[in-house]
Nanobody, 124 residues
């Protein structure tokens, strides 16, 4: 059974940092591209970042570029999202997602597995 479990969310103030983790089980993790998405209340799920299977290639949405960093540790079956200089408009539920194969993607429907999400709230 495939499971993706996010953790590390919380309530912080604008300008603070958080590191989210996504722990995977039940799949050959190093064979999967992993992405982070987020969904704010009343809005569609939005792509945040993705990372290649080996971790040597990353890509970010313009809204988080320069502030967020995605990384992975395949030995620990875990992907991270370091979020710095957080802003109130970063408030959302953050989800990790995994897709098999080598091709990276920014659309939610292209991902096979999803976690349950972790809430990030940034106060002004």
């Amino acid at each position: 059974q495939v499971q993706l479990v996010e953790s590390g969310g919380g309530l912080v103030q604008a300008g603070d940092s958080l590191r989210l983790s996504c722990a995977a089980s039940g799949l050959p993790f190093s064979n999967y591209v992993v992405a982070w998405f987020r969904q704010a209340p009343g809005k569609e799920r939005q792509f945040v970042a993705h990372i290649s299977r080996s971790g040597d290639s990353t890509y970010y949405a313009d809204s988080v570029k320069g502030r967020f960093a995605i990384s992975r540790d395949n030995a620990k079956n875990t992907v991270y999202l370091q979020m710095n200089s957080l802003r109130p408009d970063d408030t959302a539920i953050y989800y990790c997602a995994a897709r098999g194969g080598t091709r990276v993607a920014e659309r939610a429907y292209e991902y096979d597995y999803w976690g349950q999400g972790t809430q990030v709230t940034v106060s002004s």
